[in-house]
T-cell receptor, first 114, second 113 residues
Framework: DAGITQSPRHKVTETGTPVTLRCHQT?????MYWYRQDPGHGLRLIHY???????DKGEVSDGYSVSRSKTEDFLLTLESATSSQTSVYFC?????????????FGPGTRLTVT | GNSVTQMEGPVTLSEEAFLTINCTYT??????LFWYVQYPGEGLQLLLK?????DKGSNKGFEATYRKETTSFHLEKGSVQVSDSAVYFC????????????FGKGTKLSVIP
């Protein structure tokens, strides 16, 4: 299995509070991604990173920010959590962007915003 | 833009039945195609992939063939087991220069003894 951990695995927070989710990899892969999974929507890309300090927005980036100060860590921050951000969040990594290179997924973080 | 459409679930089958989960895609160029599987409470795992037309991906008894003429990548298994109960996602990667995997909405499979 690819060495990807996510923390915390479960979190309950209140509307308006800041939340940071962490993704840590031991594979030294260049590319890292944050997705959210919601019923009826599959997985949707929030933000991705193509190197240290290099990040860009995905399909559903509003209300989220990211940072990557080291190859192995990719942080997702909800500056002021809202109930619509209740979801399961998955981190993924990949070695390359070339066609055919798959992404490897972490175990997920279940976030509930009350 | 790119999109993936897969059959709505849930799908319920008896053990040893034949499985087909349909997946069609829309993309420019020559995407790579993937099937991922998600077991309850876990993240997604790559099940199989195909990177060019007529390629067949296979793993654990599952197969899918990249059909460019019908823009399809249907997942099949000849004899399902209870342990195959999971959610299956079809996905495409447009290729170099694009960072995004596009997923279908997922198909939940339940296999009953």
């Amino acid at each position: 299995d690819a060495g990807i951990t996510q923390s915390p695995r479960h979190k309950v927070t209140e509307t308006g509070t800041p939340v940071t989710l962490r993704c840590h990899q031991t594979e030294n892969h260049r590319y890292m991604y944050w997705y959210r999974q919601d019923p009826g929507h599959g997985l949707r890309l929030i933000h991705y990173s193509y190197g240290v300090k290099d990040t860009d927005k995905g399909e559903v980036s509003d209300g989220y920010s990211v940072s990557r100060s080291k190859t192995e860590d990719f942080l997702l921050t909800l500056e002021s959590a809202t109930s619509s951000q209740t979801s399961v969040y998955f981190c993924a990594i990949s070695e390359s962007q070339d066609r055919g290179y798959e992404q490897y997924f972490g175990p997920g973080t279940r976030l509930t915003v009350t | 833009g790119n999109s993936v459409t897969q059959m709505e679930g849930p799908v319920t089958l008896s053990e040893e039945a034949f499985l087909t989960i349909n997946c069609t895609y829309t993309a420019t160029g020559y995407p790579s195609l993937f099937w991922y599987v998600q077991y309850p409470g876990e993240g997604l795992q790559l099940l199989l992939k195909a990177t060019k037309a007529d390629d067949k991906g296979s793993n654990k008894g599952f197969e899918a063939t990249y059909r460019k003429e019908t823009t399809s990548f249907h997942l099949e298994k000849g004899s399902v087991q209870v342990s195959d109960s999971a959610v299956y996602f079809c996905a495409l990667s447009p290729g170099a220069g694009s960072y995004q995997l596009t997923f279908g909405k997922g198909t939940k499979l339940s296999v009953i003894p």
